[in-house]
């Protein structure tokens, strides 16, 4: 961090000294570079845009250059100002038209320079590494080396057939769990993120976002699209006649089902919003839990990093069954139902009972909450799972066609989505904000809908992705989010925010919601203020040293980096966790609250959901057009 910190102050330094001082040879390979650009390049016909750091009131001159030196374009750069979540003033650059497939170098004042690329499809191989990321995440099964993107990353099995049992003993606030007389196998399923819990939230969501891709590709192109209905990617299953996005869902889904708590089963649950704030125990009250999904399973205390899966041998808990994660299960298996009707009938059958099971055992007992009382895994808590009981039940409206199933949602108290739908009220999706999940189902889930429910969805979606566009607009660099937004997860989000973006784009043709989701993948993969490429493996300074007990080169050198395709969190200006954070980072501006090292685990983590995303975004801009290839609409 110390000699990041130092180039950064370098670049700084050379952009107040401009245009003195970038110019040597010296400079340009030590400094950080001033102009900010996704570092894969353009797409052809694309929005292409880049960011100057720059003090300059005036706009400042450019030339493009072809690779040989000729003057393609010359222009004025637009100044900005200065630019809230980076903290400096910056200027833009925009190619409108947009450039031609080529290589080319950016030449700011005569001093600073920058060679991109412009391509017809460059996300393909990215959407293919972000899928990847999931396989080399499983658990249960060897890591192939003949399905990782090098040898480095194939490993040993672990947590083969795991059978676990509910967590007894004391939990953090000292309450001791009675346990239960059953265990269950909870084999399979992807590690959540660095560490090795599964946890049902976070897993409903990263297999609804890769479930909703697919929809989507078949509601569009058939199922078939680019190659993504079989066959093109790095899976054993590829070749099977199943696509390859529902097959690596199923992987995680069928642990889903697995963490249903068995029929006739009485438990001691906490019924009620309470408070551990002060470190009093949960009060319990015995239901009848049948039904019920469990909340997570993982150890009784953190382990160390760096730790490879087979030999994580600690034993592994069932923790106590929650409301929302009963609903994840729901709303997934629901979604996966409709999926693998007609390709495979028997485990759309399986997925749908469960499905309903779970959703009346949700009903039945609606306000069971998860807290931060255990040791050893995140606590992935929520206290308002009206969203959650919103997308549970429009999944398995749109997978019966029953619309009863929201029909008595709206009159039940507590449950204001669809007041949330009239207010364009929804908050931005990530693991425990789901309200905009059934907006985007009944837009590509098919003609279960009627066509007012179905405008009233692109309506909640368009007001969303027109808040997005927005906030693009407000960013130096462009990027589809507020300034005061960089919490954990950030680049999550901002992936994330592309899915009412991608739908607004699919449903208007307005390039304005194609830009904005273009923006978010500039801004991940470099149009940023640190220069960095967040996605392991692509662009010139993609990270590396993730927080990943396996991926953890930056504990030992003998240890894989990051594998291509993974997603770092990203910054994090929220609550510093780690000691690292709070020593050697120190007051950031928002954009800039990160670094590439593995005990950062509250900004530099992996995880699903954050992948997942990513994968909706490259394969959302790989199936589709830009709106106008010859003149995309200037921004900002
Ligand atoms: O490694 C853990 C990481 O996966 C989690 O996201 C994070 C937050 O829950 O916790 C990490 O574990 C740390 C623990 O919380 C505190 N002691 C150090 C642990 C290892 O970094
Ligand atoms: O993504 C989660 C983030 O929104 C929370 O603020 C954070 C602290 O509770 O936990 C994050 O999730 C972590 C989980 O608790 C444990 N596995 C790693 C996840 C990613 O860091």
């Known amino acids: 961090m110390g000699r990041r910190l130092a180039l950064t102050a370098l670049g700084i330094a050379c952009a107040l000294a401009m245009p003195a001082c970038v110019s040597s040879e010296v400079a340009s390979d030590v400094a950080l570079p001033e102009v900010f650009i996704n570092q894969m390049g353009f797409e052809e016909g694309a929005r292409q845009s880049a960011t100057i750091r720059t003090g300059a009131r005036d706009p400042l001159s450019w030339e493009l250059l072809s690779n040989d030196g000729a003057v393609l374009r010359t222009g004025q750069t637009r100044v900005f100002g200065n630019s809230p979540a980076a903290g400096e003033p910056v200027h833009t650059v925009e190619f409108a038209p947009a450039l031609p497939v080529g290589a080319y170098k950016l030449v700011v004042d005569e001093s600073t320079r920058h060679a991109f690329e412009v391509r017809s499809e460059p996300y393909g191989e990215l959407a293919e590494r972000a899928l990847g990321y999931f396989y080399l995440n499983r658990a249960g099964t060897p890591i192939l080396a ?36 059953y265990t269950l196998d909870v084999s399979g399923g992807w590690y959540d993120a660095g560490d090795h819990g599964k946890y049902v939230v976070n897993g409903g969501i990263s297999v609804w976002m890769l479930q909703n891709a697919a929809e989507r590709m078949r509601a569009r192109g058939g199922a078939d699209q680019n190659g993504w209905g079989d066959g093109r990617a790095d899976l054993p299953e590829a070749g099977n006649g199943v696509s390859d996005i529902l097959d690596e869902a199923r992987w995680e889904l069928e642990f889903l089902l697995a963490m249903q708590v068995p029929d006739g089963t009485q438990m001691d649950l906490p019924i009620g919003l309470q408070s551990v704030a002060g470190g009093q125990p949960l009060q ?19 382990s160390t990093l760096p730790l490879l899966p087979e030999n994580d041998t600690a034993e592994r808990f069932l923790i106590p069954p929650s409301t929302a994660a009963t609903l994840n299960m729901a709303a997934a298996a629901a979604q996966a139902a409709r ?110 809908f009627s066509e007012n429910d179905r405008a009233r969805a692109v309506a909640v979606l368009l007001s969303a992705a027109d808040r997005y566009v927005a906030d693009a607009g407000a960013d130096g660099y462009g990027v589809p989010n507020p300034p005061y937004a960089y919490d954990w997860g950030s680049n999550g989000g901002i992936a994330s925010r592309a899915v009412p973006l991608g739908y607004a784009f699919d449903e208007t043709d307005d390039s304005k919601y194609r830009d904005g989701a273009v923006a978010a993948m500039d801004y991940l993969l470099g149009r940023n203020p640190l220069d960095q490429s967040y996605v392991a493996g692509f662009g010139t300074r993609p990270v590396k040293f993730v927080h990943h007990r396996f991926w953890a080169a930056g504990a030992d050198p003998s240890l894989p980096i990051a594998a291509p395709g993974a997603l770092s969190g990203g910054p994090n200006s929220g609550y510093p966790t780690s000691e690292f954070e709070l020593a050697d980072i120190g007051p950031c501006a928002p954009q800039k609250c990160w670094a590439d090292d593995h005990t950062a685990y509250s900004l530099n983590e992996v995880a699903i959901n954050w992948n997942a995303a990513l994968f909706w975004l490259a394969s959302y801009l790989e199936t589709s057009k830009p709106a106008d290839a010859s003149s995309p609409e200037p921004v900002q």
Request: aromatic residues 10%.
């Open 284 to 302: 319990l009250t015995s239901v009848d839990a049948s039904g019920l999904v469990h909340h997570k399973v993982h150890t009784r205390a953190w």
């Open 146 to 181: 003949s399905h990782t993107p090098g040898p480095q990353w194939a490993r040993a099995a672990g947590h083969v057939e795991e059978r676990a049992t509910c967590f007894h003993g004391k939990d953090k606030m000292g309450l001791e769990w009675p346990g239960c007389d």
């Open 339 to 448: 999926l693998w009707r007609g390709v495979d009938d028997a485990f759309a059958d399986r997925c749908l009972r469960a499905a309903r099971s779970a959703y009346d055992a949700a009903k039945r007992v609606p306000d069971i909450y998860a807290y931060d009382t255990f040791d050893g895994g995140g606590a992935y808590g929520d206290d308002n799972v009206s969203d959650e009981f919103a997308w549970a039940a429009m999944e398995l409206f749109a997978t019966t066609g029953d619309a009863s199933f929201v029909s008595e949602l709206a009159s039940t108290p507590g449950v204001d989505w669809l007041i949330a739908m009239r207010d364009g009220g929804l908050q931005d999706i990530f693991w425990a904000e789901v309200g905009l999940l059934p907006a985007a189902t009944m837009v590509s889930a098919g003609d279960v």
